[in-house]
């Protein structure tokens, strides 16, 4: 006969308690995505899998060996070159962040804690049926959850270095093949000539798409709203890229049918805002939600869950293995602007490149707490911009919803000096009860 | 002649302005209560009868201020940033060349830069804590055991001002506890509190916009100590608005009179 | 590099090379008794033919022994590697996705080898010849058969050039100076048979999926020096008494080619570095070249240009991998347009390798002949259908 402790029951109560809570937020925020209006016609896949991760809590259910990675340093074609699956495990949780209060310092990133939270709680099937966790180390805080996480499970850390020149570049390729050779040794599969082209091909279908997708995104007036898309680029963590590709292909396809029957998202003219800094994972959607129910639009995402990751192509330059470990090398470190390359003014021209291509009027630079990186770099781009005249707020925020009134208080504010910049606002009918 | 009100429903007070032919009228103040549409109409009404206007010739009605959504007696809404920035144009001095204002509200302040035209450039505004508002010297005003309107005068007395150095409302009351058990006086006390709290607002500004002068308005700008402590820490003039409580209030009724 | 270093490794180099060009006829790869220039078409295809071509079989021969030593060299380094020598030994069936033949890249192939045939048989083909014309090209003037004069012999002879009549010095020149505001380094990518013969050893590479060397700055750094030198020697060498000529790659190929039995003193050896070189680095006598060198240093004034459109980049390196000639500043400038380097040889790799719409392109006096599109480059990642 089994009995049960008080403990033990305490503890079923507790993870009740955590799955039901985690369950609701990602639901509230699942259905806030959904009611939101102008949605193309295929996002339905994409809502689907994250219904199914956080709201069902189910594995990715691949019969092949799933691998967590963290960062868009570590290339996904070598995981499937390998023949496993990836799964991106950077958090946006609430729930989880409560539980990881408790694990990390106070001044932990939210993202980290999350993490922490969610692989403490023991819960949560993706993070669960991981074989390895390959954590690049881009910040203080990634270093020390890779630590944390070693405790419970296989991981595996990537150094990243501090600029890109090519020692540093050839010193990365030697990591990658330290990640093929454990990967290797997980699945039991060989890493290849053939199967690493293979692999190119997987995630090349779906750069493809992707990059029909930010053609089709671009421009004024908008097909999509930033919302939706960045749902899209969510749900890539979870989905395989072949999948996620099909998917996408569904959504360019109606968005193209949009285009040619001149529809749009509404007929009014939003301000277009651009949103960038720390990442922004889902269920923590809150900040985009808001600029678009306050009557923005987020034309475009400049945050490493969004194109940063998927963007750029590995261009094969030497058609040899090494060659090919060189392409992701080159992918992976050159063209990312993230704030953990010491000299980052590359990330200023991207935001240019995107102000410019997407028509923007405003920047909302998201920075969560405790995210040092961002945040360093706020300054520079804030007297950047300055200079072109676009207005820049910055936002910080935490996982959890008692701020948001607040953010609403800036968001809104920050939408109307857009708007009076924009044009003086039509007169509204007065209606008189005093 | 047309009338125009402008209501500023803050955290703590609602304030009301009306304005005819391009000038303050009147204006008023009310505790925000619970019923905050409530509140409004009284005070709107109380306006009127004061200045013996009939309501039907109130032109148009615009809200303002963190209740504005409630406040169903309005036209239309407007955020407080807007509204300060045209409240700016009747309550500046003559010699202000539009800039900066420094808002220095019950439980934020902003800081907002306009262009020549008045025109809302950009602007910052404090994170989710009281430090350097209206809450703050209220609570250490509590401590010393004075009242908020004789906080700057007294800070003006000050020989030596002491080092307050904390930025949350919390542990700044601590330290200012254990600056008065040190024997500390009062008004040395309360200058580097001021002196605190513009450091405080003087590091949101953002360093790009020089361009123009500055201008305080909200509640804290009548306290002449914070005044002298941010042209101090500026080095520079620092203008104050007239009726700096109300130019919410104002630039939402001024936007009422074009709407209207 | 420090260039203290850099002017070391030059004089180093310098001597060295110095020495051997000096002494070069000392030490003759293949002789031949008598020089007999017979200039018939029937000639390449008679088996004296084959005769002549013995030194340059050998050429081969032993350069391919070089690559298969140097290859199974590596393979045995690599086995000590605790993580490469899992890789080392792999089948390398398959292919990588790399991109289609583009338009551009054909006609340069085409115009490369077509040219070669210029240079080495247009004079037998057609009879005919534009011997005072001077192109600066490292196609052997010893071939007397090629369609047109190449300036590298009187440059490399200076003296001898200034016994001319001046009318043929002016000639030269004027020639020489036309072509190179006209074509600049796009000799060295389009017409050069030096650069064919180095794209071919290249493309065997890439057939054969052996790793080449890789991009490196250090690289780059070390071989520029010894181009100082190789331009030293390749214009002093005439005044203290040497010849160039017995040092020089090239004449190891156009007139054997052609039928000419030609001493070769150090150019067969030299023949043998580039060829196993340039198996590895792509291109790697071009970044040693002194012509090239020479008519790089106008590339201000040249027609051809490659330009950057700096809005668009996304500095994804992309273009400096490709690139055989190392230039770093193609993906790290970010304000100027035009982005030509003194050693760009216009090949067209790096626009051929950008992944941004336009963010590269070639142009000859601003008219675009070859932009960047990232249509090119993910076409290529296309899955097969299932």
Redesign the interface.
Same mark, same amino acid.
């Given at each position: 006969m089994i009995t049960i402790t008080r403990e033990q029951e305490r503890k079923a109560r507790q993870d009740k308690r955590f799955i039901n809570k985690q369950t609701q937020t990602a639901a509230k925020y699942l259905r806030r995505i959904d009611e939101l209006s102008g949605a193309p016609d295929g996002m339905k896949p994409f809502l689907d899998t994250l219904n199914r991760i956080y709201v069902e809590m189910q594995g990715l259910n691949a019969t092949q060996k799933t691998i967590g990675t963290y960062c868009v340093m570590a290339p996904q074609e070598l995981i499937y070159a390998a023949g496993a699956v990836p799964v991106k495990l950077c958090s946006g949780n609430y729930t989880a962040f409560f539980v990881g209060e408790d694990i990390a310092p106070r001044d932990a990133c939210p993202l980290v804690k999350a993490v922490a939270g969610f692989k403490n709680t023991g819960l949560m099937p993706v993070y669960e049926d991981c074989s390895l966790m390959i954590v690049p180390v881009t910040c203080d805080c990634k270093k020390k959850i890779a630590g944390m996480l070693s405790e419970q499970c296989e991981v595996m850390t990537m150094h990243i270095p501090t600029s890109?020149?090519? $020692?540093e570049i $050839?010193e990365f390729v030697?990591q990658l093949?330290?990640m093929?050779?454990r990967l290797?040794d997980i699945t039991g599969n060989?890493?290849?000539?053939?199967s690493?082209?293979?692999a190119?091909?997987?995630?090349?279908?779906a750069?493809?798409e992707l990059?029909e997708f930010i053609r089709l995104k671009k421009g004024n007036p908008y097909l999509i709203r930033g919302t939706h898309a960045m749902t899209i680029m969510n749900a890539a963590a979870y989905m395989h890229a072949e999948d996620w590709a099909a998917a996408l292909h569904e959504v360019n396809r109606s968005l193209k049918e949009r285009a040619g029957n001149g529809q749009r998202v509404t007929n009014k003219k939003l301000p277009r805002i651009l949103l960038t800094g720390s990442p922004i994972v889902f269920p923590n959607m809150k900040i985009p939600l808001l600029i678009e129910e306050m009557g923005g639009i987020v034309a475009g995402d400049e945050t490493c869950m969004g194109e940063r990751g998927l963007?750029?192509?590995p261009?094969?330059?030497? $058609?040899?293995?090494?060659?090919?470990m060189?392409?992701l090398a080159?992918?992976s470190l050159?063209?990312c602007p993230c704030p953990t390359f010491a000299d980052n003014?590359?990330r200023i021209?991207?935001l240019?490149?995107l102000i410019?291509d997407n028509d923007i009027q405003g920047v909302i630079y998201h920075v969560l707490r405790g995210c040092l990186v961002y945040d360093f770099e706020y300054?520079r781009i804030?007297?950047e911009l300055?200079?072109l005249g676009i207005?820049?707020?910055?936002l910080?925020s935490d996982y959890n919803e008692e701020?948001v009134e607040?953010l609403r208080?800036?968001i809104?504010?920050?939408i109307?000096?857009i708007k009076?910049?924009q044009e003086p606002e039509k007169?509204?009918t007065?209606?008189?009860?005093? | 002649m047309k009338y125009y009100i402008g209501l500023d429903g803050g955290s703590t007070y609602l304030k009301a302005a009306l304005i005819g032919g391009g000038k303050v009228i009147d204006t008023m103040v009310r505790n925000t209560g619970i019923d905050n549409d409530g509140t409004a109409?009284k005070l709107?009404?109380e306006l009127c009868e004061n200045n013996g206007i009939s309501?039907a010739d109130?032109?148009?009605?615009m809200a303002t201020g963190?209740s504005r959504k409630v406040l169903e007696?309005a036209?239309?809404d407007?955020?407080?940033?807007?509204a300060h920035a045209y409240g700016v144009r009747l309550t500046a001095p003559r010699d202000y060349r539009p800039g900066m204002i420094i808002d220095i509200g019950g439980q934020d302040s902003k800081i907002i830069y306009l262009d020549g035209n008045y025109?809302?450039?950009?602007?910052?505004?404090n994170?989710?804590c009281a430090a350097g508002t209206g809450k703050f010297m209220e609570v250490i005003a509590g401590i010393l055991e004075t009242t908020i309107d004789n906080v700057g005068p007294l800070s003006l007395e000050a020989k030596n001002p002491c080092d307050i150095n904390s930025t949350c409302v919390v542990f700044a009351q601590s330290e200012v506890i254990s600056l008065v058990a040190r024997k500390y006086d009062r008004c040395d006390i309360l200058a580097g509190m001021h002196i605190s709290m513009a450091r405080r607002i003087v590091k949101m500004m953002?360093?790009?916009?020089k361009d123009g002068d500055i201008l305080m308005t909200g509640g804290g700008s009548l306290n002449v100590g914070l005044h002298k402590a941010f042209e101090e820490e500026l080095m520079r003039d620092v203008y104050v608005a007239s009726y700096p409580q109300f130019n919410g209030a104002i630039g939402a009724a001024l936007i009422a009179s074009e709407?209207? | 590099m420090k260039i203290k270093k850099k002017i070391i490794i030059a004089a180093l180099s310098c001597a060295v090379l110095g020495t051997i060009a000096y002494f070069a006829y000392v030490f003759p790869f293949y002789e031949f008794e008598q020089n007999d220039y017979d200039t018939s078409l029937d000639k390449i295809l008679s088996l004296d033919y084959l005769k002549t071509l013995a030194p340059l079989f050998i050429i081969i021969g032993l350069s391919a022994i070089g690559i298969v030593t140097t290859l199974c060299l590596r393979k045995q380094m690599l086995k000590k590697d605790k993580?490469?020598s899992?890789?080392a030994g792999?089948?390398?069936?398959?292919?990588?996705?790399?991109q289609k033949p583009v338009p551009f890249m054909v006609i340069r192939w085409i115009m490369m080898i077509g040219f070669g045939f210029m240079m080495i048989w247009g004079g037998l083909i057609f009879g005919l010849k534009m011997s005072s014309v001077s192109i600066p090209i490292l196609s052997c003037p010893w071939n007397t058969e090629q369609m047109t004069e190449s300036s590298c012999y009187y440059l490399s002879h200076l003296n001898e050039l200034f016994e001319l009549p001046i009318k043929s010095i002016l000639l030269f020149f004027g020639s020489t100076l036309l072509f190179i505001v006209l074509l600049g380094r796009t000799i060295c990518g389009f017409l050069c048979p030096m650069g064919l013969i180095q794209d071919i050893m290249d493309k065997i590479r890439?057939?054969t999926?052996?790793?080449?060397i890789?991009?490196?700055?250090?690289l780059y750094s070390t071989l520029t020096p010894i181009k100082w030198a190789m331009l030293l020697i390749f214009i002093g060498l005439c005044f203290v008494g040497g010849n160039f000529c017995n040092f020089c790659p090239a004449v190891a190929v156009s007139p054997i080619l052609a039928g000419m039995s030609t001493s070769l003193y150090v150019s067969g050896f030299l023949m043998i570095f580039v060829l196993i070189g340039s198996f590895f680095k792509r291109r790697l006598f071009c970044n040693i070249c002194p012509l090239g060198y020479i008519i790089g240093l106008f590339h201000k004034i040249s027609l051809f240009r490659i330009k950057k459109d700096?809005?668009?980049?996304?500095?994804?390196?992309?273009c400096y991998?490709?690139c055989p000639m190392g230039i770093k500043q193609i993906?790290t400038e970010?304000g100027k347009t035009n982005v030509t380097d003194a050693n760009c040889i216009m090949c067209g790799?790096c626009v051929k390798?950008c992944?941004e719409d336009n963010a590269l392109s070639l142009t000859c006096a601003g008219l675009k002949l070859y932009t960047s599109s990232?249509k090119d480059?993910?076409?290529?990642?296309?899955?097969?259908k299932k």
């Amino acid at each position: 006969m089994i009995t049960i402790t008080r403990e033990q029951e305490r503890k079923a109560r507790q993870d009740k308690r955590f799955i039901n809570k985690q369950t609701q937020t990602a639901a509230k925020y699942l259905r806030r995505i959904d009611e939101l209006s102008g949605a193309p016609d295929g996002m339905k896949p994409f809502l689907d899998t994250l219904n199914r991760i956080y709201v069902e809590m189910q594995g990715l259910n691949a019969t092949q060996k799933t691998i967590g990675t963290y960062c868009v340093m570590a290339p996904q074609e070598l995981i499937y070159a390998a023949g496993a699956v990836p799964v991106k495990l950077c958090s946006g949780n609430y729930t989880a962040f409560f539980v990881g209060e408790d694990i990390a310092p106070r001044d932990a990133c939210p993202l980290v804690k999350a993490v922490a939270g969610f692989k403490n709680t023991g819960l949560m099937p993706v993070y669960e049926d991981c074989s390895l966790m390959i954590v690049p180390v881009t910040c203080d805080c990634k270093k020390k959850i890779a630590g944390m996480l070693s405790e419970q499970c296989e991981v595996m850390t990537m150094h990243i270095p501090t600029s890109k020149g090519d $020692d540093e570049i $050839d010193e990365f390729v030697s990591q990658l093949y330290d990640m093929a050779a454990r990967l290797e040794d997980i699945t039991g599969n060989q890493v290849t000539y053939d199967s690493l082209a293979e692999a190119f091909r997987i995630t090349g279908r779906a750069q493809y798409e992707l990059s029909e997708f930010i053609r089709l995104k671009k421009g004024n007036p908008y097909l999509i709203r930033g919302t939706h898309a960045m749902t899209i680029m969510n749900a890539a963590a979870y989905m395989h890229a072949e999948d996620w590709a099909a998917a996408l292909h569904e959504v360019n396809r109606s968005l193209k049918e949009r285009a040619g029957n001149g529809q749009r998202v509404t007929n009014k003219k939003l301000p277009r805002i651009l949103l960038t800094g720390s990442p922004i994972v889902f269920p923590n959607m809150k900040i985009p939600l808001l600029i678009e129910e306050m009557g923005g639009i987020v034309a475009g995402d400049e945050t490493c869950m969004g194109e940063r990751g998927l963007y750029d192509p590995p261009v094969i330059t030497d $058609d040899s293995f090494d060659g090919m470990m060189r392409a992701l090398a080159n992918r992976s470190l050159r063209p990312c602007p993230c704030p953990t390359f010491a000299d980052n003014s590359q990330r200023i021209y991207r935001l240019k490149q995107l102000i410019k291509d997407n028509d923007i009027q405003g920047v909302i630079y998201h920075v969560l707490r405790g995210c040092l990186v961002y945040d360093f770099e706020y300054k520079r781009i804030e007297e950047e911009l300055g200079q072109l005249g676009i207005p820049v707020i910055r936002l910080e925020s935490d996982y959890n919803e008692e701020d948001v009134e607040q953010l609403r208080i800036r968001i809104e504010a920050f939408i109307e000096l857009i708007k009076l910049k924009q044009e003086p606002e039509k007169h509204k009918t007065g209606r008189r009860y005093l | 002649m047309k009338y125009y009100i402008g209501l500023d429903g803050g955290s703590t007070y609602l304030k009301a302005a009306l304005i005819g032919g391009g000038k303050v009228i009147d204006t008023m103040v009310r505790n925000t209560g619970i019923d905050n549409d409530g509140t409004a109409r009284k005070l709107a009404r109380e306006l009127c009868e004061n200045n013996g206007i009939s309501p039907a010739d109130i032109g148009y009605i615009m809200a303002t201020g963190y209740s504005r959504k409630v406040l169903e007696v309005a036209d239309d809404d407007i955020s407080e940033i807007t509204a300060h920035a045209y409240g700016v144009r009747l309550t500046a001095p003559r010699d202000y060349r539009p800039g900066m204002i420094i808002d220095i509200g019950g439980q934020d302040s902003k800081i907002i830069y306009l262009d020549g035209n008045y025109a809302v450039k950009n602007f910052s505004m404090n994170d989710k804590c009281a430090a350097g508002t209206g809450k703050f010297m209220e609570v250490i005003a509590g401590i010393l055991e004075t009242t908020i309107d004789n906080v700057g005068p007294l800070s003006l007395e000050a020989k030596n001002p002491c080092d307050i150095n904390s930025t949350c409302v919390v542990f700044a009351q601590s330290e200012v506890i254990s600056l008065v058990a040190r024997k500390y006086d009062r008004c040395d006390i309360l200058a580097g509190m001021h002196i605190s709290m513009a450091r405080r607002i003087v590091k949101m500004m953002k360093k790009s916009e020089k361009d123009g002068d500055i201008l305080m308005t909200g509640g804290g700008s009548l306290n002449v100590g914070l005044h002298k402590a941010f042209e101090e820490e500026l080095m520079r003039d620092v203008y104050v608005a007239s009726y700096p409580q109300f130019n919410g209030a104002i630039g939402a009724a001024l936007i009422a009179s074009e709407r209207g | 590099m420090k260039i203290k270093k850099k002017i070391i490794i030059a004089a180093l180099s310098c001597a060295v090379l110095g020495t051997i060009a000096y002494f070069a006829y000392v030490f003759p790869f293949y002789e031949f008794e008598q020089n007999d220039y017979d200039t018939s078409l029937d000639k390449i295809l008679s088996l004296d033919y084959l005769k002549t071509l013995a030194p340059l079989f050998i050429i081969i021969g032993l350069s391919a022994i070089g690559i298969v030593t140097t290859l199974c060299l590596r393979k045995q380094m690599l086995k000590k590697d605790k993580t490469y020598s899992r890789f080392a030994g792999r089948e390398k069936s398959g292919n990588a996705p790399m991109q289609k033949p583009v338009p551009f890249m054909v006609i340069r192939w085409i115009m490369m080898i077509g040219f070669g045939f210029m240079m080495i048989w247009g004079g037998l083909i057609f009879g005919l010849k534009m011997s005072s014309v001077s192109i600066p090209i490292l196609s052997c003037p010893w071939n007397t058969e090629q369609m047109t004069e190449s300036s590298c012999y009187y440059l490399s002879h200076l003296n001898e050039l200034f016994e001319l009549p001046i009318k043929s010095i002016l000639l030269f020149f004027g020639s020489t100076l036309l072509f190179i505001v006209l074509l600049g380094r796009t000799i060295c990518g389009f017409l050069c048979p030096m650069g064919l013969i180095q794209d071919i050893m290249d493309k065997i590479r890439q057939k054969t999926k052996n790793e080449g060397i890789s991009a490196n700055e250090k690289l780059y750094s070390t071989l520029t020096p010894i181009k100082w030198a190789m331009l030293l020697i390749f214009i002093g060498l005439c005044f203290v008494g040497g010849n160039f000529c017995n040092f020089c790659p090239a004449v190891a190929v156009s007139p054997i080619l052609a039928g000419m039995s030609t001493s070769l003193y150090v150019s067969g050896f030299l023949m043998i570095f580039v060829l196993i070189g340039s198996f590895f680095k792509r291109r790697l006598f071009c970044n040693i070249c002194p012509l090239g060198y020479i008519i790089g240093l106008f590339h201000k004034i040249s027609l051809f240009r490659i330009k950057k459109d700096c809005t668009a980049c996304t500095e994804c390196g992309a273009c400096y991998e490709a690139c055989p000639m190392g230039i770093k500043q193609i993906y790290t400038e970010r304000g100027k347009t035009n982005v030509t380097d003194a050693n760009c040889i216009m090949c067209g790799e790096c626009v051929k390798c950008c992944p941004e719409d336009n963010a590269l392109s070639l142009t000859c006096a601003g008219l675009k002949l070859y932009t960047s599109s990232r249509k090119d480059i993910i076409s290529r990642y296309t899955p097969k259908k299932k």
